[in-house]
C-alpha cells in the first residue's frame, strides 16, 4: 500500500461513523493519515438489520485488512433465488461464487470501528453536525453542541441527508413511493444460507438467514403513494406488516407472523450528485449517492467510494484527488443505482405481466442459469483495489 505522502501531516475530519464513513477513515488510517470522525447518535451501528456483501465490497474489506473478522461474523450465501409470492414456485435460481456474504450491518460496522480505532482513529459520538461553511482551502463544520471546528480536509459520509452535500450539490430528497420493513426473527428452522425474494404485484420479500446470529433477516417492500411520517424510519406496527404480505405463500406467512418487532423505512433518495466534491471537501457513499436496496449495492459502493476516495488522496492533494475520485467512481455508481430502479419495476409486475416475465426466468434458468449472474460481471467482479 502507498503511504499518505504530504497527507500524512494534515488531519482528516469525517462526518458520520456508518460504513462508508469508517471504511474512509481506516482506508485512510491504513495509509498513516490522522482521522476523526464525528457520530450524531450516542452509540456506533445500533440501528439496521442485515446486509448483502458482494465480492466488489469484500475486496475493499480485505484491502483495509478486516476480511478475517468479517469472515466470523457472516454467512457465505449460495444463491439468490427468485420466486412467486403467491405459490413460492421458483422462478429463477442464480448460484453464486463465492465471495458473496450474509452479515447483520452492526457486525460490519463494530469491526470496521474496532479496526479504525485500532489503527488510530478518533470516533467522537453524540455529536452532530449542523452546517459547513468556509471557502476553498479550510471547511468550518458547525456543532449541535455550540462548537465549531476548522477542518483542513472534510469527508461528508453523513448518509442521505447529509449536511456536508447540502452545501456542495443541494437536491431535495424525493420519496421514491417505496416504503421497507426490516425486521429479524429467530432462526428455528436452519434456513439454507441464501436469499429468496418472493415476488408480488406493488411488493416483495426478502428473507435470508444471518448465521452468524442464529437469525433470519426479513425485508418486504410495498409501494405507497406518500410516507406521512417526519422521520424517515419510523416503528411500524408487526400487524400492518403481516397483513401486507397476508396475500403470499405460507412460507412467507409463517415467518412474517413471527414478527414481534419492526421498523419501516421511507425509501427516499437524491439524484446521483452531479459534483461530489468543492474545495478541501468531498462526499462518500449515501451522501453522494443514495440508492434503492434492490441490488443491495448501497453500502458496497460506499465501500468502493472509501478505498478509492483514499487511493486518490494518497498521492495527489485535493482538488486534484477529488477530481479524480469522482472520475473513477461516477459511471459505475450510476450503472449500478440504474440496474436497481429496474430491479423495483421487476420485482412487483402484476398479473399477465408477471406471469410472462416469470415463465421467461424460468425458461432462463432451465437453459442457461448462469446468464443471469454473468449480466452482472461488471458490478460484483470488479475490484476497485486491483
Ligand atoms: C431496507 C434496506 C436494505 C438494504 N440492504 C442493503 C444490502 O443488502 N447491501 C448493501 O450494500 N446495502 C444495503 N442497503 C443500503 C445501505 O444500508 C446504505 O447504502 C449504506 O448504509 C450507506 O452507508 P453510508 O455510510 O453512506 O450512510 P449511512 O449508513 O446512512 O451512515 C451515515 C452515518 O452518518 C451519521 N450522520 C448523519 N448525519 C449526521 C450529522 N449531521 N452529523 C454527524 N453524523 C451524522 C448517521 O448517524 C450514520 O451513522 C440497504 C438499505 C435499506 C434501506
Known amino acids: 500500500m502507498r503511504n499518505g505522502g504530504n497527507l500524512k501531516h494534515r488531519e482528516v475530519t469525517v462526518l458520520g461513523a456508518g460504513i462508508g464513513g469508517l471504511a474512509t477513515a481506516l482506508a485512510l488510517a491504513r495509509r498513516g493519515v490522522s482521522v476523526r470522525i464525528f457520530e450524531q447518535a450516542q452509540e456506533i451501528g445500533a440501528f439496521g438489520a442485515g446486509l448483502q456483501i458482494s465480492p466488489n465490497g469484500m475486496a475493499v474489506l480485505r484491502a483495509v485488512g478486516v476480511e478475517r473478522e468479517i469472515l466470523e461474523r457472516s454467512g457465505a450465501s449460495g444463491a439468490v433465488v427468485l420466486r412467486s409470492g403467491a405459490s413460492g414456485r421458483v422462478a429463477l435460481r442464480m448460484a453464486l461464487p463465492e465471495g458473496f456474504r450474509l452479515i447483520h450491518r452492526a457486525d460490519l460496522v463494530s469491526v470496521l470501528a474496532a479496526a479504525a480505532v485500532a489503527a488510530g482513529v478518533e470516533i467522537v459520538t453524540g455529536c452532530r453536525a449542523t452546517g459547513i461553511t468556509g471557502g476553498r482551502d479550510v471547511a468550518d463544520v458547525s456543532f449541535d453542541d455550540g462548537t465549531d471546528r476548522s477542518c483542513e480536509l472534510l469527508i461528508g459520509a453523513d448518509g442521505v441527508r447529509s449536511v456536508l452535500r447540502a452545501e456542495i450539490a443541494?437536491?431535495?430528497?424525493?420519496?421514491?413511493?417505496q416504503v421497507a420493513w426490516r425486521a429479524t426473527v429467530p432462526d428455528t428452522s436452519g434456513l439454507p444460507c441464501e436469499a429468496d425474494v418472493f415476488m408480488g404485484a406493488g411488493r416483495h420479500l426478502v428473507r435470508y438467514p444471518l448465521p452468524a446470529r442464529g437469525l433470519i433477516n426479513l425485508v418486504g417492500v410495498e409501494e405507497r403513494t406518500e410516507w406521512a411520517e417526519e422521520s424517515w424510519?419510523?416503528?411500524g406496527a408487526p400487524t400492518d406488516f403481516q397483513a401486507g404480505f397476508s396475500g403470499f405463500c405460507p412460507e412467507v406467512r409463517e415467518v412474517v407472523e413471527r414478527v414481534d418487532q419492526v421498523r419501516?423505512?421511507?425509501?427516499?433518495?437524491h439524484p446521483v450528485a452531479p459534483l461530489w466534491h468543492r474545495g478541501v471537501a468531498a462526499l462518500v457513499g449515501d451522501a453522494a449517492h443514495p440508492t434503492l436496496p434492490f441490488l443491495a449495492?448501497?453500502?458496497?459502493?460506499?465501500l468502493e467510494d472509501a478505498f478509492v476516495l483514499a487511493d486518490c488522496l494518497s498521492d495527489r492533494p485535493?482538488?486534484?484527488?477529488?477530481?479524480?475520485?469522482?472520475?473513477?467512481?461516477?459511471d459505475r455508481v450510476v450503472r449500478a443505482i440504474t440496474a436497481a430502479n429496474g430491479n423495483a419495476r421487476n420485482y412487483h409486475l402484476g398479473g399477465a405481466q408477471r406471469l410472462v416475465a416469470h415463465a421467461g426466468l424460468r425458461a432462463i434458468s432451465a437453459v442457461a442459469p448462469?446468464?443471469?449472474?454473468?449480466?452482472?460481471?461488471?458490478?460484483?467482479?470488479?475490484?476497485?483495489?486491483?
Do not use: C, E, I, K
Open 233 to 235: 424510519t419510523a416503528s
Open 318 to 330: 485535493p482538488p486534484a484527488a477529488f477530481r479524480l475520485y469522482q472520475q473513477r467512481r461516477r
Open 264 to 269: 419501516l423505512w421511507g425509501l427516499f433518495r
Open 370 to 386: 448462469a446468464l443471469m449472474l454473468r449480466r452482472f460481471d461488471w458490478l460484483y467482479g470488479h475490484d476497485v483495489t486491483a
Open 297 to 302: 449495492q448501497g453500502a458496497n459502493l460506499a
Open 170 to 177: 443541494p437536491s431535495q430528497p424525493f420519496f421514491t413511493g
